[in-house]
């Protein structure tokens, strides 16, 4: 029964290559063995008959992990046009008995030298070895196959480029597709007919080992080959010598020696070993292709779905398939288009000697006739048929970890079905299971599960809204493993992952993010522990620049607790403590000394705690605070910033943001703003020191540009001073002015320039009922203003009963109007 004499069926294979799927299934026909061995980890043995599963739709893959860390761990990934995959649905179809034969992945994942036989991602050529994928091996242990530079050593990395060579081809993926993707198992073939190509592979790979030598003698094989004679003899005391054995063709002539038990063992002996824990989990063809980093992938897993799916035509076929994607995103593709394409590539299969047309004949078709020689569309074809985004499914009745089993149970009471394409998910946190969903992928954050990630927003930027981009990656299932040590369900693992994590941390600013989290995780269990890390940690940090980035986190905390409606009056304390004490450090930070970077970076914190204390004062819903310790929290840090405004040691950059947030919020008059900037921008001022002021003042695209517009007066000092710049000063100050001016919208700009070029003397000369620019009145009128509060509280959502999206308030009109907000 063997293919060389008597003794077991040795079907070599190339691993996910349909032509390989097809011919070992032809051999098993024709055969009929007692019992099939299949390259993989024997502890999945009981895993097996889940294959036949009608909810196992591949592609999947066989997970292992160490039982004590479920980071190192490793994937056995297997297609539908895998030859392992048909070996094992057709033993199990014909009552059979199937089992893994390969090196134990107690052995496989252990630590240990580089001697050991831990597998490593491009492990063993792609007609052989069958490696695994592997998750968290260390970086001092055993190296990529792919790293090895030993004379001859590419002969044993790369077989198929060896043979490719010696028939007078260049690109080895051309020629597996001619001598076996493109033949075809007839009805009528005998049962040599069937075994005849893998007698032909295992003389080929035999030819490559001996004239590799030494070089292709490779440790880790060497141990898995002796592991697999060892199953092979126990077999043949089972079954005689009545069984298959699908390997990878590089194995078969170590397979077919002769060698010793005694020499086997010793090989074997003395391997570091671990308690491993295996599963079945959803692949995906994009990790199956050699792009997604996996040592044994292909070019083309799509494509070679649709060549073993195929049942004739295969060319026309996946043409018409190709044609009707483009027609989906609205690319004028016509049947004429698919029967000329199909023409094409078939003379190009004729000019190039091919027996059919292959994936490269059939990309130029449609490159050429579908496409116009366009590379975005072509770009599509690539990425949704030749590589392919299909996700495989696992039955429910499948081991797994309890973390995962709660998983997925909430992935379908909240209708979130894990896709391998990348999609966007918009929610509204108003309605119940929308915020289910962001609880659920926030907590799957917390625990290192990245499925999705937050992204802007294109319907609004409201704090009820969400988006998410979602995408489901195979490797999340090891991250499913290692957060199932915190707990068996979503909620109580990220509840514990948080505790942990308050408990760890080293920076006031990671606690208040933590805090952050877990309220946008609607983790109340969790809460308790974080506030009092983050009561210790606030207690005992002095610096001024920690505390200022503590608490933004802090005030936005307190504004999803509204709301979400989860929840959050203790952090209330804690932020009112915190704002207070940066009240007090914040000016003194400001000293003179600091340098162009430390006052940039000061300048931020002084905009972000700007934005908290406003937060915290509406974090009830109203904008205007009447809690007496809320009005006391906005005066006392009104006053801080009109210490910074008049302070001529503070740095002007500085000096000028405070006068602005003064003037933004009514707190001084713009006359009052003009008597800043003229002492700051006198002929006595630094040119750099009063550059930073204007920068302070007007820029930060917050509007500046629209207020020099508005107030001439205001803009005259500007120009003013400008003009009057020393020359060899003004080269130091032009980027300043450049960055400023520059942020400014198009609109904008111009009208400075018009204002600019009428003068500031005519300025000067307008009377003040006459002063606003044209189209302007030049005070605002009250009456017209309160006319649009209606309109914009309903546009808000406050009519909806969504009053929480105002944030600080509908404007200065809407503050005034008793019930506002």
């Not at 915020?435 to 659920?440: I, M, T």
């Not at 610096?543 to 200022?548: F, H, K, T, Y």
């Not at 400023?740 to 005519?762: H, I, K």
């Amino acid at each position: 029964m063997s293919t060389a004499g008597a003794g077991p069926l040795l079907l070599g294979v190339r691993h996910h290559g349909p032509g390989s799927a097809r011919a070992v299934r032809a051999a098993l026909d024709a055969a009929r063995p007692a019992a099939v061995l299949i390259e993989g980890p024997p502890e999945a043995d009981a895993l097996l008959p889940l294959a036949a599963d009608p909810g196992m739709r591949p592609p999947v893959a066989l997970l292992a992990h160490a039982a004590d860390d479920p980071g190192r761990a490793a994937f056995w990934p297997l297609a539908a046009f895998s030859p392992e995959w048909v070996a094992i649905r057709w033993a199990l179809d014909a009552g059979v008995p199937v089992r893994f034969a390969d090196l134990p992945a107690a052995h496989s994942l252990a630590p240990g030298p580089a001697t050991a036989a831990g597998p490593a991602e491009g492990d063993g050529p792609r007609v052989g070895g069958g490696p695994p994928v592997v998750e968290g091996a260390p970086a001092d242990e055993e190296p990529p196959a792919g790293a090895e530079s030993a004379p001859g050593a590419s002969v044993r990395l790369d077989p198929l480029a060896a043979l490719a060579a010696a028939a007078g081809y260049d690109d080895p993926e051309r020629w597996w597709e001619d001598v076996v993707e493109h033949r075809g198992a007839e009805p009528d073939d005998t049962a040599a007919d069937a075994l005849a190509p893998f007698e032909a592979i295992a003389e080929a790979m035999t030819a490559l080992r001996e004239s590799a030598g030494e070089a292709g003698r490779d440790r880790r094989d060497l141990v898995r080959e002796a592991y697999m004679r060892q199953r092979m003899r126990a077999a043949r005391r089972e079954f005689g010598t009545g069984f298959a054995v699908v390997c990878g063709a590089w194995h078969v002539p170590a397979l077919r020696a002769r060698t010793t038990v005694a020499a086997d063992r010793a090989l074997l002996a003395g391997l570091p070993k671990v308690k491993v824990e295996t599963a079945w989990v959803p692949w995906t063809h994009r990790r199956l292709a050699r792009a997604g980093g996996y040592g044994a992938g292909i070019g083309s897993p799509g494509w070679y779905a649709h060549l073993f799916a195929a049942p004739d035509r295969p060319v026309e076929r996946w043409l018409t398939r190709a044609a009707g994607l483009l027609r989906a995103e609205d690319r004028p593709v016509s049947p004429s288009h698919v029967i000329e394409a199909v023409r094409l590539a078939g003379t190009l299969a004729a000019v190039r000697g091919r027996p059919l047309p292959g994936l490269s004949e059939t990309l130029d078709a449609v490159r050429a006739v579908m496409c116009d020689g366009s590379d975005v569309p072509f770009a599509l074809i690539e990425d949704r048929l030749v590589v392919g985004d299909t996700l495989g499914e696992v039955p429910d009745t499948a081991p797994a970890v309890p973390l995962q089993r709660d998983l997925t149970r909430r992935q379908r009471s909240l209708r979130l079905k894990p896709e391998a394409q990348e999609r966007e998910l918009e929610l509204d946190l108003r309605k119940d299971t929308d915020a289910a969903r962001s609880r659920l992928l926030h907590r799957l954050r917390l625990l290192g599960i990245g499925w999705g990630a937050p992204a802007a927003s294109r319907g609004g930027t409201g704090t009820f809204r969400e988006t998410w981009r979602l995408c489901w990656e195979p490797e999340l299932s090891v991250r499913v493993a290692e957060a199932g040590a915190w707990g068996t369900t979503v909620e109580a693992a990220a509840t514990a992952r948080a505790e942990a994590d308050a408990a760890a941390a080293g920076e006031l600013g990671e606690i208040t993010s933590l805090a952050e989290r877990c309220l946008l995780a609607g983790l109340s269990g969790a809460l308790p522990a974080v506030l009092r890390a983050l009561a210790d940690r606030a207690a005992l940090d002095t610096d001024v620049a920690r505390l200022a980035e503590a608490l933004p986190a802090l005030a936005r905390s307190l504004r999803y607790g509204d709301v979400r409606g989860t929840g959050a009056a203790e952090l209330g304390t804690v932020a009112a403590g915190l704002a207070e004490r940066i009240c007090v450090a914040f000016p003194p930070a400001c000293a003179a000394g600091l340098n162009a970077e430390a006052a940039a970076e000061l300048r931020g914190h002084l905009d972000a705690v700007h934005g908290a204390v406003g937060l915290l004062c509406a974090a009830s819903g109203d904008p205007a605070p009447v809690d007496p310790a809320e009005a006391g929290l906005r005066d006392r840090w009104a006053a801080v910033l009109r210490t910074l405004a008049g302070r001529d040691a503070v740095p002007g950059l500085i000096r000028g943001r405070a006068a602005r947030l003064l003037l933004d919020d009514g707190r001084i008059t713009a006359e009052e703003a003009a008597r800043l900037m003229g002492p700051a921008l006198s002929p006595a001022a630094a040119p750099a020191d009063a550059a930073g002021w204007i920068e302070g003042f007007a820029g930060g695209g917050a509007g500046g540009g629209t207020l020099l517009v508005h107030d001439e007066r205001l803009l005259g000092l500007i120009d003013g001073w400008l003009t009057g710049i020393p020359a060899g000063a003004f080269t130091g100050v032009l980027p300043l002015l450049r960055r400023t001016f520059g942020a400014y919208e198009p609109g904008v700009r111009r009208s400075l320039g018009e204002l600019v070029r009428r003068g500031p003397a005519a300025a000067r000369s307008r009377t003040a009922a006459a002063r606003a620019p044209e189209g302007f009145a030049p005070d605002l009128d009250p009456a017209r203003a309160d006319a649009m509060v209606p309109l914009a509280l309903l546009l808000l959502g406050a009519g909806a009963g969504a009053d929480a999206d105002a944030d600080a308030g509908a404007g200065t009109a809407a503050r005034d109007r008793p019930g506002a907000g």
